[in-house]
């Protein structure tokens, strides 16, 4: 992982925690898709995003979210044999398996 995936991703995963606990639940869950893309080639990196959108599913009694992140983090061992559908925000409202768009301003992270 380069060091400017690192922060970006670090950037992203923190503004995520910082809002949760402002209780601005919508907002910090968009901040862990982003982590969530960012993270996808990394294994422990990739379970993170997913537990913390978990616990956005907790909070909101989100019983869709819970257990559909319940199934990626299971499924987030993909990133150890680099199997995973790139670009994928994470989120229970979205298949665990369509590859998504990378957002423009990430992009830049994988080239």
């Known amino acids: 992982m380069s060091q400017s995936l690192k922060i970006a991703f670090a950037k992203e995963l923190n503004q995520g925690k910082l809002l949760f606990y402002?209780?601005?639940?919508?907002?910090?869950?968009?901040?862990?898709?982003?982590a969530h893309i960012l993270s996808q080639p990394f294994y422990g990196r990739h379970v993170k995003s997913h537990w913390w959108m978990f616990r956005v599913g907790v909070n909101r009694l989100d019983l869709r979210e819970i257990a559909g992140q319940i199934i990626r983090i299971i499924?987030?061992?993909?990133?150890?044999?680099?199997?995973?559908?790139?670009?994928n925000t994470g989120g229970a409202n979205v298949s665990p398996f369509k590859p998504m768009p990378i957002p423009e301003d990430l992009r830049v992270y994988f080239e």
């Open 22 to 34: 402002k209780g601005n639940l919508d907002l910090s869950f968009y901040h862990f898709e982003r």
């Open 75 to 87: 499924g987030s061992a993909g990133s150890l044999i680099g199997k995973y559908p790139v670009g």
